[in-house]
């Protein structure tokens, strides 16, 4: 049979198929000499699955000419307050090189991303595609693929959702593994371009709050005063008052982890009653 490889055709329905049934059945239907002869292959993983499909049409076609170089780009993001980002895979083909179907996996830091998830985007569903996809720790390998021959038109071909751990300076993830087959089973290369998540820029710190106790002071007294600002992170707030008679500092500190700070306010000796306003 060595001699025929060249000729053979991996075929689904009539030109290449997967079918994964409990995550764990890969059919592949080979056509020779007008006969449909059916092998059922046994992979633990997704990964492996897909690894499977494109090695047997490697296997099968070695003497067809490889189409045009397509490209996966993963789109860029800031995510939100609560770290979640929505990311765009987008396929673009050379005309007449539109694969049938493609893989790849999406690589990353795993301190960096908390969960990560894709479904698939408008050109594969329109082109009768579905996704699957198996997670390792900083890897997402992800099939996609449907029961037809039809390519899939440029455009977004999955939508990938991600969470980053807080306190990251950023999370950039690669587009790898990146292989595709054609509407008549010949393996297409593909490029891969990789994106990134960038934190949402943390917001100000400001005053929310400022009380003084007591807030009526005789002759040499003084009273203690709490300034609250709106987050943690850390600040030093500019303090002032419009009473000569009345000794506050030029600022205060706040530290990282709170959100609170006292400082002392002292009186003059007084002669007559007044009004004096502290200013944080």
């Not at 070695?62 to 996966?72: E, I, K, N």
């Not at 977004?156 to 087959?181: C, F, Q």
């Not at 943690?232 to 609170?260: E, F, I, K, Q, R």
Request: with cysteine; glycine share 10%; net charge negative.
């Amino acid at each position: 049979m060595n001699g025929d490889l060249a000729f053979l055709t991996v075929e689904i329905a009539p030109s290449w198929l997967v079918r994964h049934q409990s995550g764990e059945l890969l059919e592949l239907a080979v056509l020779t000499g007008g006969s449909l002869v059916h092998t059922q292959i046994l992979e633990r993983s997704l990964n492996r699955l897909a690894q499977a499909l494109l090695a047997a049409t490697l296997l099968l076609s070695p003497a067809s000419p490889l189409f045009g170089q397509a490209a996966l780009g993963l789109s860029s993001a800031t995510a939100a307050a609560d770290g979640s980002a929505t990311l765009n895979l987008s396929l673009s083909s050379p005309a007449g090189s539109e694969p049938a179907g493609v893989q790849w996996t999406l690589a990353y830091a795993p301190s960096d991303i908390i969960s990560i998830s894709a479904v698939a985007g408008p050109s594969a569903t329109a082109a009768g595609k579905s996704l699957n996809c198996s997670l390792t720790s900083g890897a997402y390998a992800c099939l996609l693929a449907g029961m037809n021959t039809t390519p899939m038109q440029n455009g977004v071909v999955a939508v990938v959702s991600v969470t980053i751990a807080s306190g990251i300076a950023g999370a950039p993830i690669s587009v790898t593994n990146a292989l595709g087959v054609s509407p008549g089973g010949n393996s297409t290369p593909v490029n891969g371009a990789g994106g990134s998540i960038t934190p949402l820029p943390p917001s100000p710190i400001t005053v929310s709050g400022l009380t003084c106790n007591p807030n009526s002071l005789g002759s040499g007294a003084n009273s203690t005063c709490t300034v609250t600002v709106s987050r943690t992170g850390g600040a030093t707030v500019t303090l002032s008052d419009n009473a000569a008679l009345l000794t506050t500092p030029a600022s205060v500190t706040v530290g990282a982890g709170s959100t609170t700070a006292t400082f002392t306010a002292s009186a003059g000796t007084i002669a007559t009653d007044q009004t004096a306003t502290v200013t944080a």
